[in-house]
């Protein structure tokens, strides 16, 4: 048999022929290049397209700061809020066994699936004027709706699966014998949650908050069903964009979608220097129990 | 590894607090207000509610959402698997920044990815003026609407392949190509076999994705009813009309929808993790 040219050559016989290689190459590069760099490029390209005075006027002006600071603190609530929840839900289903453990994977995935606008249009029924608890929230002189309260709310609602997401499986690898040893030597139960398990799935943690924050501060879809979108009073950076859009003052919409794009960019640096980090404990811990 | 025996009692505590706190959270989120919904469209008797969701405006928002999803996740289950391959097997410069860049879709607001992709393919737009020399409009009819769904599902290909491909033993080809089998012959019955599972979980949840995208469509599309009007928007322009129970009863089909869909593809990552080495 002929057996011989493949054996001793395993290298070639595990890759393909360079003129294959660069064809594949050119394809996906090309597929990468039209649908995530042309995008990047237009934005900062338009944002800037009317000098740099017209930008720095758009991201500047009353509105536009109005709509950042409002983005800012929708995220600085729901981002916490979520946290909190990420690791309440991650420590029930990752350590413990119990019935219905996978459906509640499945409730919490939910937004992820869920269309924003039903996101937006449930909070509505329960919350709006002609909502389940419209009535007593007007009487009590509480705007939930068209108002800071709604926003936070489904933007809470969109973004609470992602720290969930990254901290269970992260929690289930880790197994619960270094809880079970930390509280056999007499470790009280918040003290084994904060000295033992939460160092140990902080890397999980820190990329979750930041897929939660860059979720949060570019939430649309929800958040336009809810805001009423009022200048100055209810708009979001995204729905700030939207508007500029629709008056067909594109500059100013790019230069404020160029902040945001700014932060998407942050969000993946922050990232992948999260990812590097997690590898290189990872490699460290495999080296220190190697030896042993 | 990763079950514990169930008969093995839980000496953690924090269980009643945690599981309290997830269940109070979920209810008051979720369950609560996706339940206002699906009681809404009960406001409707069975006539109305069949006569909103299958009007003919409702159809021809459900023909082009699923079938523009459909043609993006397939788009992007072909693309994603080559770019998955290129990261995984070849190196090339800015390797490192590229395989960042996937996530893009992920970090980027939707808003933000609408209006640019609306800049490139609008018929004076960057790519766009080509196309539309040719009398192919791209922006605002049904290629433009698939064309920002490509972008949204784009890293859920990728990311879930990738892994699966990193995992899979070189070892297997080495063998099979020993065996006498050429390039392509391996890359049929050894590599895309093992990767059947991960291919179809990133398919769905590309899929699913794009069924309930909303901002980057809405920018794109024109909502044009009939032509270009995605469900999520005729949603927004019923609720625009006060017309809340017709907003709640399309609601509630598409959360079905959604909901079936997660429920399989919870059932699709269950197989593929159990295909790719039992755990993890």
Redesign the interface.
């Known amino acids: 048999m002929s057996a011989g040219s493949g054996q001793f050559q395993p290298r070639r016989a595990t890759t393909e022929p360079l003129w294959l290689r660069a064809i594949l190459l050119t394809f996906a590069l090309g597929f990468l290049a039209l649908f995530l760099l042309l995008p990047l490029v237009i934005v900062f390209g338009e944002a800037f397209s009317k000098g740099w005075q017209v930008y720095v006027a758009a991201v500047t002006e009353p509105a536009a700061a109005h709509a950042i600071k409002l983005t800012l603190i929708a995220a600085a609530i729901a981002v916490p809020c979520n946290a909190i929840f990420g690791l309440a839900a991650s420590w029930a289903i990752a350590k413990f066994q119990f019935r219905g453990r996978q459906f509640l994977i499945t409730l919490i995935d939910l937004p992820i699936a869920v269309s924003p606008v039903i996101a937006g249009l449930s909070l509505m029924l329960i919350f709006g004027a002609r909502g389940w608890w419209g009535e007593w929230l007007n009487d009590h002189d509480l705007q939930v709706m068209f108002a800071v309260p709604g926003i936070v709310l489904a933007t809470i609602f969109i973004t609470f699966p992602y720290v969930a997401r990254e901290l269970i499986p992260m929690m289930q690898q880790q197994g619960r014998e270094a809880e079970e040893a930390a509280l056999t030597l007499g470790a009280s139960g918040w003290q084994t949650f904060i000295r033992v398990t939460l160092p140990s799935v902080k890397w999980a943690l820190l990329y979750g908050l930041i897929l939660c924050n860059a979720r949060a501060m570019g939430e649309f879809g929800a958040v336009s069903v809810v805001s009423g979108k009022i200048r100055e009073q209810t708009n979001t950076m995204p729905l700030h964009i939207e508007i500029l859009y629709n008056e067909y003052q594109f500059a100013a919409a790019f230069a404020v979608s160029s902040l945001l794009a700014l932060l998407a960019l942050l969000t993946l640096v922050l990232k992948s220097s999260l990812e590097w980090r997690a590898a290189r404990d990872l490699a460290e811990a495999e080296a220190c129990r190697r030896p042993e | 590894?990763?079950?514990?025996k169930?008969s093995q009692k839980?000496?953690?505590?924090?269980?009643g607090?945690?599981?309290g706190?997830?269940t109070f959270?979920?209810s008051l989120?979720?369950?609560?207000?996706?339940s206002?919904?699906v009681l809404?469209s009960f406001e409707l008797d069975w006539a109305g509610f069949v006569k909103v969701v299958a009007s003919e405006r409702a159809i021809a928002s459900y023909q082009l959402t699923f079938g523009s999803s459909f043609i993006a996740a397939l788009i992007n289950l072909v693309?994603g698997l080559?770019?998955a391959?290129?990261?995984v097997?070849?190196s090339?410069p800015f390797k490192?920044i590229?395989?960042?860049?996937?996530?893009?879709?992920?970090?980027?607001?939707?808003?933000?990815?609408g209006?640019?992709?609306t800049?490139?393919y609008a018929p004076n737009g960057?790519?766009g003026q080509y196309f539309y020399q040719w009398g192919i409009k791209i922006a605002y009819t049904p290629i433009g609407v698939t064309l920002a769904l490509?972008?949204i599902g784009?890293p859920f290909v990728v990311r879930t392949v990738q892994p699966v491909l990193e995992d899979l033993e070189?070892e297997l080809?080495?063998a099979a190509?020993?065996?006498?089998a050429n390039?392509l012959q391996?890359f049929c019955r050894v590599i895309f076999p093992a990767l059947i599972p991960s291919l179809l979980t990133g398919f769905a949840l590309a899929f699913?994705?794009a069924?309930?995208?909303?901002?980057s469509v809405v920018?794109i599309s024109g909502n044009m009813p009939f032509r270009t009007e995605i469900?999520?928007?005729l949603?927004?322009s019923r609720?625009e009309e006060f017309d809340?129970a017709g907003?709640?009863a399309l609601?509630t089909v598409?959360?079905l929808i959604?909901?079936l869909?997660?429920?399989l593809?919870?059932a699709l990552q269950h197989w593929s993790q159990q295909r790719h080495g039992g755990g993890?």
Do not use: C, H
């Open positions: 590894m990763l079950f514990k169930s839980p000496v953690l505590p924090g269980f607090l945690s599981m706190f997830t959270y979920l989120l979720v369950f609560l207000p996706l206002a919904l809404k693309f080559l770019v391959w290129v990261l097997r070849y090339f490192k590229i395989d960042a860049l996937v996530d893009l879709p992920f970090a980027l607001p939707t808003a933000v990815a209006i640019a992709l800049a490139i960057w790519i490509v972008f784009l070189q080809e080495e190509a020993s065996l006498g390039r391996i699913a994705r069924i309930g995208e909303y901002g920018f469900t999520p928007l949603i927004m609720l809340y907003a709640a609601g598409m959360l959604s909901f869909l997660l429920l593809i919870n993890r």
